[in-house]
Structure formats: C-alpha cells, structure tokens
C-alpha cells in the first residue's frame, strides 16, 4: 500500500502547489481590486460570495 502512495505523492503535491498558487495570485488580484474600488458592484459581489464561502460547513 505505502508503494502506491509513494508512487502517487508527487504528483498529488505538485498539483496541490499549482492550485494553491493560483488559487493565491487571484485572490490577491481580487482583493486589491475591491480594495482600490470600494464599495462598488465588483466589491459588493465578491464580498458576498466570500461571506457565502465562509458560512459553507466544509
């Protein structure tokens, strides 16, 4: 079993770190854009949609 596991991992991590990168890089891009333009449509849609990622049990 741990064979298979170790066969696996790296690819298991190297798309874990990729996702994780641009998961970062938008969200960052997202949050300095609403930043920059507060309380404008933009700001509002995404504020909402992190406040309904946020209350999602996981």
């Not at 690819?11 to 333009?37: D, H, P, Q």
């Amino acid at each position: 079993m741990s064979e298979i596991i170790a066969e696996r991992l790296p690819n298991t991590l190297l798309l874990m770190l990729t996702c994780e990168i641009v998961i970062i890089l938008f969200s960052l891009a997202i949050g300095m854009y609403s930043a920059i333009r507060q309380y404008s449509l933009f700001d509002h849609v995404f504020t909402g949609l992190s406040f309904i990622g946020y209350s999602m049990p996981i």
